[in-house]
């Protein structure tokens, strides 16, 4: 879910989000160029050292047995209600211990999280070796599209998703989603010309997209309220390792030149894993009391939360359902005046997310760190990435006490001022003998400030704040809000560095920030500590 990872793969650093970065150019900060392969898109949260990721794994873990030893007390949100009045509401009733069960469920969604990370990852390593395989080596444009269009695919998966989840609920569409994600990976895997792999790119991306959708949905729905923060974090660490294993499926490559056919094919075994392992998880209950299958939704909750829970969850399902028997939102119902403002924050922060200016920090990175001297390829991705994975530790732990809306205000605001620190280290002449240094601080300032709450909050605060009648479809338009986004900026972004300069955009990106942080003050809700069904109602008072 969504930020950027740094990674050195073959000398160079490539960035892998929402697109991939061609190892092969390094770019100088005079001249900006478009890197083969793509486009460079920030949106999830993602690390690059080994070691890191098992240190926070093991954060998560032990901060996850210390929450269920814990209860946790009741506590107030800042709540805006419908008439845009700012209000206190006192939490309703204290939380009682959670069972680790669902901890499990988490951990087969998170497999959908995996593979979104891989498939963006994968490419990276193997595009060289499947250039020549499939006879493209020469033709820089046809290796974009081999890149590119699993960003085309993710955008209609990302407006796909919503829907399905709607209509057939969350685990039935985590199965539909291994479909395109396993056919994708064998024909990737398989293909002898360049027709096949970009279909099976395309499909891959549709996959990705809907569970771009699905995954952070599906875990805010199941998760209990006073560790839905922390869930949250783990569902962007996973995507983290989804690449990590990418970057390790890779390291056979220059023994072996057609072993990237492997690297696309071992995607098929979680896609497998994962249709297989929601056969077996519980629905939402939340989808299921929407469509008035108390039940079943009983079943899920025991299994999820254990019986002594029962009454408590199913009261508070009930009492965040009754009297809305309306069925669910239409695409245009997002667009009416009922839901629009409420919509329109998701969409603000994914375009806030993208225009901050995480992809020229990741373009330029290893021409400033060349500038300190620090020649090493390696050591500037390992210096971003430590900054990136301490981020990441940091907002995870925070994020159930401090509040989505604080780690989002501080993030800005750090990355404002690494922006412009960036900006000056290039033109103020009085900073010269320092710029260098100054360039490298203000390049991992703001790595640490984006993967502190711009980076992982957006995906998971959009579940919460979205009605549950609208909540599948806004996640779904959001996040392809988020994808389009990633797409034109990735076309535009080098020509405008080309004709105005880097300084100048930095200066931009720093505005952006300035403004992300008067918005998010003014239109952000708390939603800490809170049931989605107390916040659909504080939200929603005729509810």
């Given amino acids: 879910m969504t930020q950027t990872t740094v990674v050195a793969v073959k000398g160079g650093i490539s960035s892998v989000g929402l697109g991939v970065l061609s190892p092969q150019r390094r770019l100088k900060p005079e001249r900006a160029r478009m890197p083969e392969g793509g486009f460079c898109c920030g949106g999830l949260q993602l690390g690059v050292s080994s070691s890191g990721l098992g240190v926070e794994m093991s954060r998560v873990r032990n901060g996850m047995e210390g929450i269920f030893r814990s209860r946790e007390k009741g506590r107030y949100v800042r709540s805006q209600a419908s008439s845009g009045d700012l209000e206190d509401v006192p939490s309703e009733k204290l939380q009682t211990r959670s069972s680790g069960a669902v901890l499990r469920y988490v951990g087969v969604a998170?497999?959908?999280?995996?593979?979104?990370?891989?498939?963006?990852?994968?490419?990276?390593?193997?595009?060289?070796?499947?250039?020549?395989?499939?006879?493209?080596?020469?033709?820089?444009?046809?290796?974009?599209?081999?890149?590119?269009?699993?960003?085309?695919?993710?955008?209609?998966?990302?407006?796909?998703?919503?829907?399905?989840?709607?209509?057939?609920g969350r685990t039935r569409t985590f199965q539909l989603d291994a479909i395109p994600l396993a056919i994708g990976a064998f024909l990737s895997a398989t293909a002898q010309d360049v027709r096949t792999m970009i279909i099976g790119r395309l499909l891959a991306g549709v996959g990705i997209g809907i569970s771009s959708a699905i995954v952070p949905l599906y875990i805010s729905e199941i998760s209990p309220t006073e560790i839905r923060g922390a869930l949250g974090s783990v569902n962007q660490?996973?995507?983290?390792?989804?690449?990590?294993?990418?970057?390790?499926?890779?390291?056979?490559?220059?023994?072996?030149?057609?072993?990237?056919?492997?690297?696309?094919?071992?995607?098929?075994?979680?896609?497998?894993?994962?249709?297989?392992?929601?056969?077996?998880?519980?629905?939402?209950?939340?989808?299921?009391?929407?469509?008035?299958?108390?039940?079943?939704?009983?079943?899920?909750i025991k299994k999820l939360y254990g019986k002594e829970r029962l009454a408590d969850v199913m009261n508070d399902l009930k009492a965040g359902s009754q009297g809305s028997t309306e069925p669910d939102a239409?695409?245009?119902?997002?667009?009416?005046?009922?839901?629009?403002?409420?919509?329109?924050?998701?969409?603000?922060?994914?375009?806030?997310?993208?225009?901050?200016?995480?992809?020229?920090?990741?373009?330029?990175?290893?021409?400033?760190?060349?500038?300190?001297?620090?020649?090493?390829?390696?050591?500037?991705?390992?210096?971003?990435?430590?900054?990136?994975?301490?981020?990441?530790?940091?907002?995870?732990?925070?994020?159930?006490?401090?509040?989505?809306?604080?780690?989002?205000?501080?993030?800005?605001?750090?990355?404002?001022?690494?922006?412009?620190?960036?900006?000056?280290?290039?033109?103020?002449?009085?900073?010269?003998?320092?710029?260098?240094?100054?360039?490298?601080?203000?390049?991992?300032?703001?790595?640490?400030?984006?993967?502190?709450?711009?980076?992982?909050?957006?995906?998971?605060?959009?579940?919460?704040?979205?009605?549950?009648?609208?909540?599948?479809?806004?996640?779904?338009?959001?996040?392809?809000?988020?994808?389009?986004?990633?797409f034109v900026i990735g076309l535009y972004f080098l020509s405008v560095v080309n004709k105005y300069g880097i300084s100048t955009v930095y200066l931009g990106f720093a505005t952006v920030c300035l403004l992300a942080v008067l918005y998010i003050a003014g239109n952000v809700v708390e939603t800490k500590g809170r049931s989605l069904e107390e916040i659909e109602r504080a939200l929603n008072p005729a509810i």
Wanted: proline content about 3%; aromatic content about 12%; overall charge positive.
């Fill in 110 to 168: 998170c497999l959908g999280a995996i593979l979104f990370g891989y498939h963006l990852g994968v490419v990276n390593g193997a595009l060289e070796y499947l250039s020549k395989d499939v006879g493209i080596a020469e033709n820089a444009v046809l290796q974009g599209w081999v890149v590119s269009t699993l960003l085309a695919g993710a955008t209609v998966g990302a407006f796909t998703g919503g829907a399905l989840a709607d209509k057939f």
């Fill in 237 to 300: 660490l996973f995507i983290c390792i989804g690449i990590l294993a990418a970057l390790v499926a890779g390291l056979p490559l220059a023994r072996n030149p057609f072993w990237w056919r492997t690297m696309f094919g071992i995607a098929i075994i979680p896609s497998i894993l994962m249709a297989l392992g929601m056969g077996f998880s519980p629905e939402s209950p939340r989808w299921l009391v929407q469509q008035g299958r108390y039940s079943q939704a009983e079943t899920a």
């Fill in 330 to 486: 239409s695409w245009l119902d997002l667009f009416s005046k009922r839901y629009w403002r409420v919509v329109s924050v998701g969409a603000a922060l994914f375009l806030f997310q993208q225009l901050a200016g995480i992809n020229a920090v990741v373009y330029y990175s290893t021409s400033v760190f060349r500038s300190a001297g620090i020649a090493s390829d390696v050591a500037a991705s390992a210096l971003v990435g430590a900054a990136n994975v301490l981020g990441t530790a940091i907002a995870s732990s925070l994020m159930d006490k401090r509040g989505r809306k604080s780690l989002l205000i501080t993030s800005f605001t750090g990355m404002a001022s690494s922006m412009l620190l960036l900006s000056l280290s290039f033109t103020w002449k009085a900073l010269a003998p320092y710029s260098g240094t100054l360039a490298v601080v203000g390049t991992v300032l703001y790595v640490l400030s984006f993967s502190l709450g711009a980076g992982p909050v957006p995906a998971l605060l959009l579940p919460e704040i979205f009605a549950s009648r609208i909540r599948a479809k806004a996640v779904a338009l959001s996040l392809g809000m988020h994808w389009v986004s990633n």
